[in-house]
């Protein structure tokens, strides 16, 4: 079974600087997507960032990019310049190829942004 | 940019009495799902739904829940007889195609509290 694991309960980085969030993960498919959801406060899930298995680039998103180790099966997230509204749960996702598309997600990760 | 909305937002009920959590999926979108988050625990996979039939089930699914599409709007959680440890956040997904590259769009979530 897969599984999706995020060590860090929370974090926290001033407003302007740099955070990296850790995910690890485990499958033995080798084609499966991996994404970064982020829930705020107002509880609606959002889909961050998207990075498929088999590219070896790994994904941006304006201030947002990833870190896509797939040996070792990590999947970090890293905010540059953080704002305020940057403030969530950060929520590290898994779904393989086939299927429904059933998404295993991480526990995550409590963002705190302190102005 | 449309939604998934879900009601209500938050349900107390009885141990033993039968709830329907209610989800309007965004209008295009073929595939359904439900997850659900025990507090301090990961978001769980329950099951998703396609062309009026569960596709996929958790093993969290249990003669206890159901699903329906009753109408060309609408998409429903009903759990018969509710438990102590039916307490949760319940999410809503949809989304238009099948595949991982198709992201699930979420709702709002409906928190259920059983006493």
């Known amino acids: 079974a897969q599984t999706v694991t995020q060590s860090q309960p929370e974090m926290s980085v001033q407003e302007a600087e740099t955070v990296t969030l850790s995910c690890t993960y485990d499958t033995s498919e080798s084609d499966y997507y991996l994404f970064w959801y982020k829930q705020p406060p107002s509880r609606q899930m959002i889909l961050v960032i998207r990075q498929e298995a088999y590219k070896q680039q790994n994904a941006t998103e304006n201030r947002f990019s990833v870190n896509f180790q797939k040996a070792a099966k990590s999947f970090s997230l890293k905010i540059s310049d953080s704002q305020l509204g940057d403030a969530a749960m950060y929520f590290c996702a898994y779904t393989d190829s086939g299927g429904y598309q059933k998404v295993t997600f991480g526990i995550g990760t409590k963002l705190q942004v302190i102005p | ?115």
Request: aromatic letters at 12%.
């Open chain 2, 1 to 115: 940019e449309p939604e998934v909305t879900q009601t209500p937002s938050h349900q107390v009920t009885q141990m033993g009495q039968e709830v329907i959590l209610r989800c309007v999926p965004i209008s295009n979108h073929l595939y359904f799902y439900w997850y659900r988050q025990i507090l301090g625990q990961k978001v769980e996979f329950l099951v998703s739904f396609y062309n009026n039939e569960i596709s996929e089930k958790s093993e969290i699914f249990d003669d206890q829940f159901s699903v329906e599409r009753p109408d060309g709007s609408n998409f429903t959680l009903k759990i018969r007889s509710t438990k102590l440890e039916d307490s949760a956040m319940y999410f809503c997904a949809s989304s238009e195609r099948r595949g991982p590259n198709q992201p699930q769009h979420f709702g709002d979530g409906t928190r259920l509290s059983i006493l």
